[in-house]
């Protein structure tokens, strides 16, 4: 299909999610303290991916949650279409606790900003550890990730769309152009 | 999709998707109220003015603490200590208010269609927060929330709203509300509350309490309003209690399990006893967390279209 490009197929992106898995144990000196938080929608299910790797790698059950920012957003004024929000659901206590916070894409990083304000709103976490799948540049906010499953460098025109198999009928990262789609 | 209206006027002619869409949304607002900060920065910079000309607790308290969970700056106006007492006229108080900026507009007012009427002069988002015998949506809404909350479902469930349904803004707004989203209705009460041409809007008319217990899932039990002088339509409160009221002993006589609610202030001992208002069958204290998020949802979903 002209303008749009498979970067990443489903062996790919299970394998990015396995270094990932690893390297959030090696930087945290295991899983002691860790909570994972996963943000809707893709995020959410990227979050329990990495839940099940984890549990491989060192058979323990982490707290697992999911944020929804909607309410924190900034472009409300901006923006013509009204968001749908849902429930964040996230039942245990992050105070003192290291946060891996789980999202598809980076792009901005007005998204990871609202998701920063909601989850101290919950609590004060010890750290906040961004986990990302694709880096695509272009940030307006001083934001950076600790984990980033694969950085590609798009252009304004260009959009990144992540399929999961939970959401959509696929597992993988397409590169889209939008002009040409 | 934002809502197919920017004013909230009340739910005659609200389409089933906007109710929906307000319940849906609501229960987001219910999971805020349940963190350990219940606030949320949403309506950051919005000004809102709560215009009530009637006294209201529950109503106003509300309001007032949905508009500041969602970060909104509040203001309350009430007609004692303000210069309506001065001889104000309705619409200067409101083109004064209006050109301090101000988004939205939640008014309460003895006369019907007042929130109509501001729409047509001012340019701020309206929300009928009751208008004398007409409507009082965000109550209607709480309570179908709660219903939804309790069963799982609307449609398809028996509805019955007990009382002085020719005077009561709470039973026209959940008449509207409730067959929209499919409910069975049915009304009872003193022949001299049920207005004349009631069946014409899809509902049944009871005139037996038993029966209304009998043949329903929830009663909505409204109050008593003696300070409309509700006196005049029966002989006396102990009669109205008598034939109307709900204790236990009638409960237990016609029912297995039925479920009450209240939109409040109780008359303890006429609409309802006291160990009913307190009992297992009744949620009306729900239906007061509830009012919040839904009122929440209500202003989110006005507040943040242009």
């Known amino acids: ?181 | 999709m934002p809502l197919s209206s920017r004013h909230l006027l009340g739910l005659q002619g609200v389409p089933k998707e906007d109710i929906q869409l307000i319940l849906d949304t609501a229960l987001t607002f219910r999971e805020v109220l349940e963190r350990p900060i219940k606030k949320v920065p949403t309506l950051q910079g919005k000004t809102i003015v709560n215009l009530f000309y009637e006294s209201s607790t529950r109503t106003r308290i509300s309001f007032e603490l949905a508009e500041k969970r969602l970060s909104a700056d509040a203001i309350n106006f009430s007609v004692s200590g303000s210069s309506v007492s001065k001889g104000e006229t309705f619409k200067d108080t409101i083109k004064n208010i209006e050109a301090m900026k101000v988004d939205m507009v939640v008014v309460r007012h003895a006369a019907a269609g007042t929130p109509l009427f501001l729409t047509k002069i001012s340019n701020a988002n309206i929300i009928n927060a009751g208008d004398g015998i007409h409507e009082h949506p965000t109550q209607a809404l709480l309570d179908m929330y709660s219903i939804r909350e309790k069963f799982g479902k609307i449609a398809g469930l028996k509805v019955c709203i007990v009382g002085d349904i020719a005077h009561s803004r709470v039973a026209l707004s959940n008449i509207f509300g409730l067959i929209t989203m499919g409910a069975k209705v049915s009304v009872c009460g003193p022949s001299t509350m049920i207005p004349k041409y009631i069946e014409d809007l899809g509902v049944q008319v009871i005139y037996n309490i038993d029966e209304a217990i009998q043949e329903n899932d929830i009663l909505n039990v409204l109050r008593i309003q003696l300070e409309r002088k509700a006196r005049e339509y029966f002989p006396s409160i102990r009669e109205y209690a008598k034939y109307f009221g709900i204790d236990r002993a009638r409960l237990e006589k016609n029912k297995k399990s039925i479920v009450i609610m209240h939109p409040g202030p109780i008359n303890r001992g006429v609409e309802l006893s006291s160990d009913i208002a307190d009992g297992e069958h009744q949620i009306i204290l729900q239906q007061v967390t509830n009012g919040v998020a839904v009122r929440m949802a209500v202003l989110y979903l006005l507040g943040t279209v242009n």
């Not at chain 1, 990443?8 to 994972?36: A, F, P, Q, Y």
């Not at chain 1, 549990?55 to 901006?78: A, C, M, Q, S």
């Not at chain 1, 600790?146 to 025109?157: A, F, L, M, R």
């Open chain 1, 1 to 181: 299909m002209k303008g749009k490009s498979k970067i990443v197929d489903s062996e790919g992106l299970d394998r990015i999610i396995t270094r990932m898995s690893h390297e959030i144990l090696e930087h945290n000196k295991g899983s002691k303290n860790l909570v994972l938080i996963g943000m809707r929608t893709r995020g959410e299910f990227l979050a329990k991916r990495i839940w099940n790797k984890i549990k491989e790698i060192e058979n323990v059950e982490l707290p697992i949650g999911v944020l929804d920012v909607t309410l924190y957003r900034d472009d409300f004024r901006k923006r013509l279409k009204q968001p749908e929000v849902s429930v964040s659901n996230i039942t245990f206590d992050i105070n003192d606790k290291n946060v891996i916070l789980v999202d598809d894409v980076l792009y901005t990083g007005r998204t990871v900003r609202s998701a920063l304000n909601a989850l101290m709103d919950f609590g004060r976490p010890a750290s906040i550890q961004l986990c990302i799948l694709v880096d695509r540049g272009h940030r307006e906010l001083p934001i950076r990730a600790e984990y980033v499953g694969k950085n590609i460098p798009t252009s304004q025109n260009e959009e990144i769309k992540v399929k999961m198999t939970e959401v959509d009928n696929e597992d993988a990262i397409f590169l889209i152009d939008i002009n040409n789609e």
